[in-house]
Structures are given as C-alpha cells and as structure tokens.
C-alpha cells in the first residue's frame, strides 16, 4: 500500500512537472521570426512590370527564409504561405501568436514610378501608445494585442530606421518615415510586428534588398 502511494505520488508529480514544461515559452536561444508576403491566391495585390505583387512578395520571403537559414544558426523561419494558398482574415495572426515566434514582418511591394525607390516602416497602433502597460495575466481582447510588446515593436522600428539609412543602404531607396496607424496586416498579432513597404523600379529589384534583411534582423534577434 505504502509503494502504491508512493508511486501515485511520483506520478503526479510527473505530470504537473511536464505539464509546467509544457505551458511555459521555450527558453532556448532560438529567435523565431515569421514572414508574411503580402497577397495569396484570391489577393493578387498591385501590378509589378509583368508579374504581381504577390509573386514578388513571395519571391522575396522565400530567398530571405533560405538566406537567414545558411548564415544564422540560431534563427528560424516561417512563412505564412506559400504559392496558392488562401489566407483568411487573423489566419496569420492566430498562426503567428500559437507558435509564440519572437518577431512578426510583413513584407509588401508596389511598382515604383519615381526615380529613386521609397521606403516605409507600418506600426499597429490606434494612437493609443498613452495606454499604461497591464498586468501579465491580464486579457487583451484581439485588437489590443499589439499593446503587448510595443515597447520592444517600437525599438525594432527604429533598429530598421537606422539600418536602412546606414551606409550605402540609402542609394537604393528614400526612407519615407515609420508610421503608426490600423494596418490591417498586423492586427492581432501579439509579438513586436512591423510592416514594410518599397517601391520596386524593377521586379527583380527586391534581390537589393536581401543583405539589408539580413543584417535587420541579425541585430533584432539580439535586442531582446
């Protein structure tokens, strides 16, 4: 009887031990980043030469994905979609904020008509950055999740900001401003999400674009 206790015990003790792994964030050194292309399949998005937006989107996320993958070990990548998929409204936003991952982008292209390429960084926001943090257990409801990390969202922003006016970075494109305001991308998503925007004049311009990524997200992966 004495045994049998005994190892009824042990089993609970098991149980709500695993049951803790289970529930808490995975505390490794892994940095997981989630690329969201802007369109699918019923969203063909805006006219790029002769190809649409949501071709060179996906173009663009799939070459990152591969690049970040070979240069960093500790960096992992997921997709939204791939070709002929169908999003559906907050799909990414649910996907995104089950797997927990760490930083959320949305990437988004548009034929250029200028000269010289345009930049723009997108923030969630409803303009209520005057919102005292809440508690960690309390509930946000679905549009307030960007309430969640938007101190680490706005660092990110100005980490990129800075990286795009760095160097020889600015020859390929104005850096027009980061600019909060409802963008329906990124509704919901409770990790630091930022959107971005650039002209292409070309719709093999995207390939420029790579290396600045990289060294993006290189220095996101450390900011927390």
């Given amino acids: 009887m004495k045994k ?4 009824r015990i042990l089993f609970s003790f098991l149980l709500l031990t695993s049951s803790i792994v289970f529930c808490l964030k995975n505390t490794d050194n892994n940095f997981t980043i989630m690329i969201d292309p802007a369109g699918d399949a019923k969203n063909t998005g805006r006219q790029i030469d002769d190809t649409l937006e949501r071709a060179v989107t ?3 996320a799939q070459k990152l994905k591969s ?6 070990n500790n960096i992992s990548v997921v997709l939204t979609r791939s070709s002929g998929d169908n999003v559906e409204s907050l799909q990414n936003a649910n996907f995104a904020n089950r797997l927990d991952v760490d930083f959320y982008f949305n990437i988004n292209f ?3 008509t200028a000269v ?6 997108y ?3 409803y303009k209520d950055d005057f919102i005292a943090k809440k508690p960690d257990l309390y509930f946000y409801p679905y549009d307030a999740a960007h309430l969640i990390n938007r101190e ?3 660092k990110s922003a100005n980490i990129i900001k800075n990286t795009f006016l760095s160097g020889d970075n600015t020859k390929y494109f104005d850096f027009c401003g980061i600019f909060n305001l409802p963008f329906k991308p990124l509704i919901a998503i409770k990790a630091p999400a930022i959107g971005i925007e650039i002209g292409l004049n070309n719709k093999h311009d995207w390939n420029n674009y790579i290396s600045i990524f990289l060294d993006i997200i290189d220095k996101l992966s450390k900011l927390n």
């Fill in 67 to 72: 690049e970040i993958e070979n240069k960093f």
């Fill in 152 to 154: 680490t969202t706005k």
């Fill in 4 to 7: 049998f206790f005994l190892t």
């Fill in 123 to 125: 923030i969630f926001s």
């Fill in 110 to 112: 548009y034929k250029e």
């Fill in 58 to 60: 996906l173009q663009f």
């Fill in 116 to 121: 010289k390429s345009q930049a723009y960084i």
